[in-house]
């Protein structure tokens, strides 16, 4: 599979090219026109096309004829270039899992369907409410759910919310959307369909569920109430490691496998999906093809998230300071692999037992996960949107630190890098482009505290009362101080030669 192809002998990718692609490449095997949309996904982007499409792509060539196909949503304007490239393609797209090894690529059919929201709101809708719908899955970024951080509550004053709650048939966020299809099933006597996040949020379900009922009561308290007693919101854990597709990625698609694909996905061997089994309109039966179905999936999302989510964020920061683009040359520094693995020790005491999960084994195949050279994945994809991920991915285990007394060196470390990385530049003097929601004040605060920590963690949204506690501030303080006076290297040595000192 690995042979190039000369690039004149590239064929385009649609449904009428797939018998000539399959000497070449996994190709579906099923007909995709006998396939009922009973799940919408809202936000197609990589990380649904390597995870939850691949699965859905398995589990029709082992169940043909199925009824849980795949229809598509983009909610943003910028979703227009997805609509554009895989209406081109038929909805097919390739997917090739890239290990230091080899590469294997695969052609997904699994979406049939893909519809862009801000073209025609109340098809969405309408398709959302066709008794067809029975799931409704999200990758909406973490920032996407319109939770404020500092306090578990729903941002109802956010712009979308107050538009959506204002203008109910022409909505623009996710709420708005879901809400006004399932006042559409109420009313015509028809069961509601399942919300499943596939976010990296702890308790994805449970805050999905708070969010859209806190906008659905809103606009109607019966409806919020009937939404709150009916739809099954399940908890899951998504796991791949999943790059933003770049042009090189095409052209090593056109040139290794001999297809033209607009937007191809890369991605790890690495794959894992654990979701809680709570659906009230039924489900696809995909631990047929290696889907985890269990009672609690707690464990597991905190594992993932507290292990690896953190790590991406120390890998991010401290990489962007020291000059580095990837993760896997950024894992290539001893410094930087000392420091995840002491942050990964670190944060162990606070998870519970996973079952099945050896957890030392876990952590070092997130290490070898990480390092792997194939992926590319760029730092600036694991740093972004710092405000929405730092909290869920840092401060809960910061806080379960501090209330067991133990050590926050990486973890608080890790909040130090962030602010260093939001002052704009690297260790060289160079720009980083702060792509963030809260961009503007973050790196104003952030320029104007210097070394002093305070102005950002007075940003009571994001850190709640953990400005309270002496114990993170003196930690983070101390930090940060020594990354704006000695760079992230000489800061990283000296707590690396310290502890090695205890």
Known sequence: MNNPIKTESAIKLNEASLPDLASRVHVPQYDRHQITNSIIHIGVGGFHRAHQALYLDQYFHQTPNSDWGICGVGLLEWDKRMRDALNSQDCLYTLVERSPERDDARVIGAITQYLFAPENRQVVI?????????????TITEGGYYYIEGSGEFDVNHPTIQHDLQ????PMGV???LTAALDQRQRQGLTPFTVLSCDNLQGNGNIVKKMLTSFAEL????????????VAFPNCMVDRITPATTPADIEMVRDQFGIEDAWPVVAEPFL???VEDNFCAGRPQLETVGVQFTDDVHPYEMMKIRLLNASHLLIG??????????????MADPLIRQAVEHLMAEVTPTLQPVPGIDLD??????????????IRDQLPRVSLNGSAKVPKWVLSSLRDKLQQDGAIDYLSLTIAAWFRYLNGQDDQGQPISVDDPMADTLTQRAQSGGADPSHLLSLSE????LCQSSHFVAAVTHHLQNLSELGAQATLSQLLTTQSLL
């Open 272 to 274: 894992q999906w654990v």
């Open 361 to 374: 084994q876990y952590k070092q195949t997130l290490i070898e996960r990480f390092a792997n050279p194939k």
């Open 126 to 138: 309408d398709a959302l409410a066709h008794p067809n719908c029975r799931i409704v899955t999200l």
């Open 317 to 330: 920061y401290l990489g962007t300071l020291m000059g580095y683009s990837y993760v896997h040359e950024t």
């Open 462 to 465: 994001l850190f709640g009362d």
């Open 175 to 177: 709420y708005g959307f």
């Open 219 to 230: 606009r109607d308290p019966e409806l919020g109430r009937w939404i709150a007693d009916h």
């Open 167 to 170: 203008h109910p048939d022409q």
